[in-house]
C-alpha cells in the first residue's frame, strides 16, 4: 500500500487542523494506522493510532487537544487537531504494517508539514 498525507499548513496558534492518510488501496489489512510528526532537530514522536474496529488513542500530551478517525470506504485515516501549539509544529506521517510471514513490512507516507506560528 502507499500512503499519503495531506491537510498541512500554516496555523495560528489556538487553530485547528485535519490532516488526511489516504491510502492506495484498502487499509483493512494494515491496521493500526499511526501518527507519527517530527520537529526540526528532535527525535521522531508517537502522535496515536486506530485499530480496525475504530478504537483509537493519543499520546498522553495531546489528548483532549487531537483525536483519530477512520473511513474505511475512503481508505482514510485522520488526525483532527485543535487548540494548535507552536509546539506542535513538525512533519506529520502516518504509518501503517503487515506481517508477511516472519516479516513486518513498513510503509510510510512522505510527510507533511504543519507550522503553528502567529
Known amino acids: 500500500v502507499q500512503l499519503a498525507e495531506s491537510g498541512g499548513g500554516l496555523v495560528h496558534p489556538g487553530g485547528s487542523l485535519r490532516l488526511s492518510c489516504i491510502g492506495s488501496?484498502?487499509?483493512?489489512?494494515?491496521?493500526?494506522i499511526r501518527w507519527y510528526r517530527q520537529a526540526p532537530g528532535k527525535e521522531r514522536e508517537y502522535v496515536g493510532d486506530?485499530?480496525?474496529?475504530?478504537?483509537?488513542g493519543v499520546a498522553d500530551t495531546m489528548k483532549g487537544r487531537f483525536t483519530i478517525a477512520s473511513d474505511n470506504a475512503k481508505n482514510t485515516v485522520y488526525l483532527q487537531m485543535n487548540s494548535l501549539k507552536p509546539e506542535d509544529t513538525a512533519v506529520y506521517y502516518c504509518?501503517?504494517?503487515?506481517?508477511?510471514?516472519?516479516?513486518?513490512?513498513?510503509?510510510w507516507g512522505q510527510g507533511t508539514q504543519v507550522t503553528v506560528s502567529s
Open positions: 486506530i485499530t480496525s474496529d475504530g478504537t483509537a
Open positions: 488501496g484498502s487499509l483493512d489489512n494494515y491496521y493500526p
Open positions: 504509518n501503517a504494517r503487515k506481517w508477511i510471514g516472519p516479516y513486518e513490512l513498513e510503509y
